[in-house]
């Protein structure tokens, strides 16, 4: 039945993709270059096999750091291109100034400058290709949703707007017995008993199951949808298809039937993975709290000229357990800026002054709570530690919010990496679905993931 069904490469394929041709362009460039050219600086040999080794490790690193294995950059001719200068231009002055692990720098600096364009071009040519070719509307996926029709526009949306790959070109009404019209005509309302002709015809890969009602699969569905499973369609429920594509848990889908969809990952408990982790928060902050004993004489005379007040302040927030703690930051706001009451940080927020606008986008007010990972209140990579005022006002329409404090909050973490300042309750929503999805897949690989997120973040100017 799905012999014509289109080419499609999953995020995770997608990634490796690029990961992959990234490093087997650029080894292939300096390869044939050194062959034919008079190009000394890196050949391959058995002695030198450790050289294309640490090249590629560059290259894998610097790219996620500039955002090249971002697919939405991906995609985008004139933001790749950005993310390219930047990493072979990175990649190779790093790699130029390691000599011990590579090699020893030329007397000749045209064989810089051949290296460097080698890499370029290399990754150049090669991203092109993949925007023209494999990251077209060729290779979409398309799917069917089976849901209730008032739910349509909102399931999709929440899908299509992380992976444009990934279309939704018809519905399955489950609910019978309403007949409400569903405004976006490109989402064909498909009949019952006309699903399999449909699947057929129009290359469909998934079929996605989305209702939440208990009897709105009838029998006459789940017979089509038996059938078409025994053809080799796969079928998905929605949930776990949000989750592997959002990298987000979808609280607003599962009810209060959370714990069914949220086994608390075993790392939570692991111990030696908490050694781990501890002693690498009390390095770390031992390192942040040195090199901010370096940027402190500049905040002072920052502070002095453009904050005109203390330096520092505290707030209570909520740790781990519901336990309160005092946070210390680095002052960003006007005197008396909460005199009316506490409300959300907006975005170009009238009581942030100018000086602390530039502290908040470098992430230099966050310095002096390297003071409370050592304390033991915060870790480095957790949800962001919130107000109690704002926990409580939170939890109320969010039932799961509170959830969050299982683990400690962090400095940073998935959310903060994912999605930008959050200044509402509906901010507060998709940030909560960021935080109980790294709760939920906790590990060393995800922490290095948020780490290496994190410096782009901060390269980027992306603080808020």
């Given amino acids: 039945m799905n012999s014509n069904k289109k080419i499609h490469f999953e995020i995770s394929e997608r990634k490796l993709l690029l990961k992959g041709f990234d490093i087997t362009c650029v080894l292939v460039s300096l390869y044939i270059i050194s062959s034919i050219f008079d190009f000394k600086y890196f050949t391959f040999s058995k002695e030198n096999i450790y050289w294309p080794v640490v090249l590629a490790l560059y290259i894998n690193v610097f790219g996620s750091v500039f955002e090249m294995y971002n697919l939405q950059v991906a995609s985008n001719q004139f933001q790749i291109i950005k993310s390219i200068i930047l990493t072979s231009s990175t990649t190779v002055l790093v790699y130029l100034l390691t000599p011990i692990y590579t090699p020893f720098l030329p007397s000749n ?114 017979n089509q949808l038996i059938h078409l499973l025994e053809n080799g369609v796969i079928i998905k429920e929605y949930t776990q298809l949000f989750e592997t594509i959002t990298q987000r848990i979808p609280v607003q889908y599962v009810s209060r039937d959370f714990y069914r969809y949220f086994p608390f990952n075993r790392n939570n408990q692991n111990q030696l993975y908490l050694l781990v982790v501890r002693l690498a928060e009390i390095i770390i902050a031992s390192i942040g709290i040195v090199f901010g004993l370096l940027f402190l004489p500049f905040i002072f005379i920052g502070n002095l000229i453009g904050n005109r007040g203390k330096l520092f302040y505290t707030q209570e927030r909520v740790g781990k357990n519901g336990e309160i703690f005092k946070i210390y930051k680095y002052r960003t706001m006007i005197a008396n800026a909460e005199k009316d009451g506490a409300v959300f940080t907006t975005i ?41 005022v704002f926990v409580n006002e939170i939890a109320e329409v969010m039932p799961f919010y509170e959830t969050r404090h299982v683990i400690k909050p962090g400095l940073t973490g998935w959310a903060q990496v994912n999605y930008s300042y959050g200044e509402s309750i509906e901010d507060s929503l998709v940030k909560l679905q960021y935080d109980l999805y790294y709760i939920k897949h906790r590990s060393i690989f995800l922490d290095i993931n948020i780490i290496v997120k994190t410096f782009s973040t901060i390269l980027f100017y992306r603080g808020q």
């Fill in 109 to 222: 600096r045209l064989q810089i400058i051949i290296f460097y364009v080698a890499i370029f071009m290399s990754l150049l040519l090669w991203r092109i290709f993949y925007v023209k070719f494999l990251a077209s509307h060729r290779f979409v996926k398309n799917a069917i949703l089976v849901c209730d029709s008032e739910q349509i526009n909102e399931l999709v949306f929440g899908l299509e707007s992380v992976d444009p790959h990934y279309k939704f070109i018809g519905f399955v009404n489950s609910d019978e017995n309403q007949m409400e019209v569903v405004h976006d005509t490109s989402i064909k309302n498909i009949k019952v008993n006309d699903l399999e002709n449909y699947v057929r015809k129009n290359s469909i890969s998934e079929i996605v199951i989305a209702s939440q009602k208990e009897d709105s699969i009838t029998v006459n569905l789940y």
């Fill in 348 to 388: 170009n927020d009238s009581r942030i002054t100018p000086f602390g606008k530039f502290l908040r986008k470098t992430r230099l007010d966050e310095f002096p709570q390297f003071i409370n990972i050592l304390k033991a209140d915060m870790a480095i990579i957790g949800p962001r530690p919130e107000r109690p």
